[in-house]
């Protein structure tokens, strides 16, 4: 036969009771008149059968009984309340370092597809180009490049093939002359400081003169935008740029450098909301290859 349940708010006016010692203040703190307080006391009393109080004619004390029954609810009440603060709580977002471009021009776009499907999950990116040391950082996980003929990193995840491609603002091929390769400026990155030897050779050109590296391959996409020179970078990076006519592709074709994107992650056992994370990311960078645009218009 079961019990019938004790009323809560009996039991959380006893515990006010039992922790200033008085009706009045328990009434203050609860928001009820004391009278009130003094009937929720009679009701648990009533549904327990014995006493919890000694009423005075201006004081009021706990029983035996009352003494102990006030700590295990004032333990009982501790739990609850850490049982409701561990629901509430909101876990500390995922920590992920990248290079710049890529977070800014691959990762941070796709964001809100991962945030609608998983929206418990918050991430924050940082960005470097230093190699990282996740435990002594506190980051969770880094993606980096691993060259070509390099062993990938124990436990990381493979993501993507580095690619290059070559990219003009329209203004640079107007006037019907053709400006690529040889008179134009080449733009890059010192990051990647060997992608235009590596596509100039393998396309059989030549140019001028060395390319102007920038701190980063988004300052030389913009550069190549305010019509500076032709950037090197993975079509992936300025698809929104090629598809509004602000940059044109000039080949068709994407160099694949042999290098790969790595998902690195700590060693040991990977915690549920990172490898969530770590599954949505392999499957965003194996469900968008990178692919050339259009070529360029010939004069």
């Known amino acids: 036969m079961s019990r019938a349940p004790l009323p809560f708010q009996s039991l959380w006016a006893f515990r006010i009771v039992a922790e200033t010692g008085s009706l009045t203040a328990a009434a203050a703190a609860l928001g009820v008149t004391q009278p009130a307080v003094s009937k929720r006391l009679r009701d648990l009393e009533l549904s327990l059968g014995c006493p919890l109080v000694r009423r005075g004619v201006n004081a009021i004390g706990l029983t035996k009984a009352g003494l102990r029954f006030a700590e295990e609810l004032q333990a009982g009440f501790a739990q609850i309340q850490a049982a409701v603060d561990q629901l509430q709580a909101r876990p500390a977002p995922l920590r992920i370092r990248a290079y710049t471009t890529w977070a800014l021009r691959w990762l941070i776009p796709r964001l809100p597809r991962f945030h609608a499907a ?3 999950i918050d991430v924050e990116v940082s960005t470097s180009t230093a190699i990282v040391d996740l435990a002594r950082e506190g980051v969770d996980a880094a993606i980096r490049t691993v060259p070509a003929g390099t062993a990938p990193p124990l436990g990381g995840r ?4 580095v690619v290059i491609s070559p990219f003009a603002a329209p203004s640079l091929l107007r006037g019907g002359a053709e400006p690529w390769p040889a008179a134009a400026r080449l733009l890059g990155s010192k990051v990647r400081a060997g992608d235009w030897d590596l596509w100039l050779r393998q396309s059989g050109l030549a140019a001028a003169q060395p ?10 996409i913009q550069a190549a935008m305010e019509g500076l020179g032709i950037v090197i970078c993975s ?3 300025v698809r929104e740029e090629v598809e509004s006519g602000r940059l044109l592709a000039l080949s068709e074709t994407a160099i694949d450098t042999g290098d790969r994107y790595w998902l ?6 990977v915690g549920e909301a990172l490898g969530t994370f770590a599954e949505w990311l392999v499957e965003e960078a194996e469900s968008g290859p990178d692919r050339p645009g259009r070529p360029p218009p010939r004069g």
Do not use: M
């Open 211 to 220: 390319p102007l590296l920038f701190e980063s391959t988004t300052l030389a």
């Open 158 to 161: 493979r993501l993507q093939s």
């Open 235 to 237: 079509p992936s990076f």
């Open 118 to 120: 998983h929206p418990g």
């Open 264 to 269: 690195f992650l700590p060693r040991g056992r």
